[in-house]
């Protein structure tokens, strides 16, 4: 066999496991009182002699830390370990004081867990939770001119880490992993999901094989990429890796272990340091934190607490409230957009495809204003929004009750996106009802067929297309507020009398 043919016929599987660093939304600090909004603060004012790494000084772990990361293990199907250990993970960096970080190592708080992902071909794939355990995040450097500073604001703030098992096999599987997971988060409330602030960070650890090796159990060399700073370069970094080490292999070369930089720019990965192992870190237990103690008890408490997931959401909007699954998906992608949808339903109602119009000016209208705003396509936005959910559910009983029709509504839309005014106030002061007074109509499409008598003798002609004609000049002389069905039903008669 040539070598060109084996080059067409070796198939190659990607195997990527996920490393998931997500800060925990508690207010303070993971081992000591300090505040954790240092987001805009000056340099080294969020500091106490623990997180500055004093000797002597001792850590106490955060209750709320805790009860956060065993929340997302709870959510992501992991066992709760009844006895969790803090161990030292030494290595020496000017942003970490102490010279060791605090995490968990051997006897993490969640193990085993899962989380079913949707595929874009519509499939669903599970992907195992290897552990989620709790450590602390470090400071930051900041480089200025010849000088390297340091700010010790950030070190200390509690830090989640979720592990998946290498059970990702595409870039796109590996988007809708984090997609799904950052949803979940946001929806726990335990993670605020911004990747450009840094509180959300993902490392993939990226590998390819060849099917034979994988017939053999075996595993390529694996490749860490650091500083992804959206979903988007996770999965284009993926993408990149995956035929860089091909392109490797395929020439005779050897995928070494190293970790790698995305630059963002050059959309490639680019060599950072070769990687240490575990060992390297020389983990032992921490001696100046106790075992964490988890009863059963306090896991059901916390177990109590969660709130309804996506997926739980999705099905119980298709199926309880007739929602098509386009609809549903978006509205269940972002927590802030569910319960806007949920608190308009409560006003509006659910019955008789009331949801599902509800969720059309959702995901129509109001997003589209939302989109015009700027800002990007982010949906949290919607928090913001001037138009409370029990004003847009009374425009859309304006519409049911035909005081307005359709495309006034849509303008009403956009003046309560801006003024955050009430539908009924703006209707009655712009003059907007409908007109469905069918002396008005007349007057205006007996006015239409006088100064238009050319179209009226080609109508009579035959040409009935110009019905669509006559139908635009009455809505353009009613200002658009002339009831659509009247008007056409009018324009009708009155052209075969005529
Ligand atoms: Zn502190």
């Not at 490393?19 to 805009?40: I, N």
């Not at 959510?75 to 995490?103: E, H, M, W």
């Not at 964490?292 to 709130?307: K, N, S």
């Not at 029990?390 to 003024?419: F, P, R, S």
Request: proline residues 4%.
């Amino acid at each position: 066999m040539s070598t060109a043919l084996q080059e067409r016929t070796t198939q190659y599987e990607l195997v990527v496991g996920m490393e998931v660093h997500a800060q925990l939304l508690t207010r303070s600090k993971m081992f000591c009182r300090c505040a954790t909004d240092y987001a805009g603060a000056p340099p080294n004012t969020r500091v106490c002699p623990t997180c500055l790494g004093m000797p002597g000084a001792l850590p106490v772990a955060n209750r709320a830390a805790v009860e956060a990361t065993i929340k997302t293990g709870i959510a992501l199907n992991c066992t709760i370990a009844p006895t969790a250990v803090f161990a030292r993970k030494n290595y020496t960096y000017p942003d970490l004081p102490k010279g060791y970080q605090i995490s968990q190592f051997e006897l993490p708080l969640c193990e085993h867990g899962y989380l079913d992902i949707e595929l874009p071909d519509g499939s669903t794939q599970r992907i195992r939770i290897r552990r989620a355990h709790l450590e602390e995040d470090t400071g930051r450097s900041v480089h200025e001119g010849l000088f390297s500073l340091v700010d010790l604001n950030r070190a200390g703030v509690p830090l989640m880490e979720i592990v998946t098992e290498a059970d990702i096999h595409s870039a796109d599987a590996a988007y809708a992993f984090l997609t799904k997971l950052r949803t979940i988060l946001r929806y726990l409330g335990v993670n605020s999901g911004d990747m450009e602030k840094g509180a959300l960070r993902c490392e993939p650890n990226i590998s390819v094989r060849t099917l034979e090796q994988k017939a053999r159990g075996e595993y390529g060399t694996k490749v860490e990429v650091k500083n992804l700073n959206s979903f988007r370069s996770v999965r284009a970094a993926i993408a990149y890796e995956m035929q860089r080490q091909i392109d490797l292999i395929e020439r005779g070369g050897v995928v070494e272990q190293v970790n790698m930089g995305w630059d963002e720019d050059r959309q490639i990965t680019v060599l950072q340091r070769s990687k240490e192992s575990s060992h390297d870190y020389r983990y032992f237990p921490e001696p100046d934190l106790p075992p964490l103690v988890v009863d059963r008890a306090w896991v059901e408490r916390i177990a109590a607490t969660l709130p309804e997931l996506p997926d739980a959401k999705r099905t119980r909007y298709i199926e309880q409230w007739g929602l098509r699954p386009v609809e549903a998906e978006t509205l269940i992608g972002e927590a802030l957009v569910a319960r806007y949808f949920e608190e308009t339903v409560a006003a509006y109602g659910a019955e008789n495809g009331r949801a599902q119009r509800v969720a059309n000016w959702i995901t129509g209208e109001l997003f589209r204003l939302l989109y015009a705003d700027g800002e990007g396509q982010d949906l949290r936005q919607i928090a913001d929004v001037k138009v409370q959910p029990a004003q847009l559910a009374a425009l859309l009983k304006l519409v049911d009750d035909k005081v307005i029709n359709q495309n006034t509504a849509k303008k009403v839309l956009e003046m309560m996106y801006t003024g955050g005014e009430d539908p009924h106030t703006l209707v009655a002061r712009e003059g907007l009802a409908m007109v469905s007074d069918t002396s008005v109509i007349d007057d205006a499409i007996l006015a239409i067929l006088r100064s238009n008598a050319a179209e009226l003798a080609r109508y009579r002609a035959g040409e009935e297309k110009l019905f669509g004609f006559f139908m635009g000049q009455v809505m353009r002389a009613t200002k658009g507020k002339a009831d659509p069905n009247a008007a056409r039903q009018r324009l009708q008669e009155l052209l075969e009398q005529a």
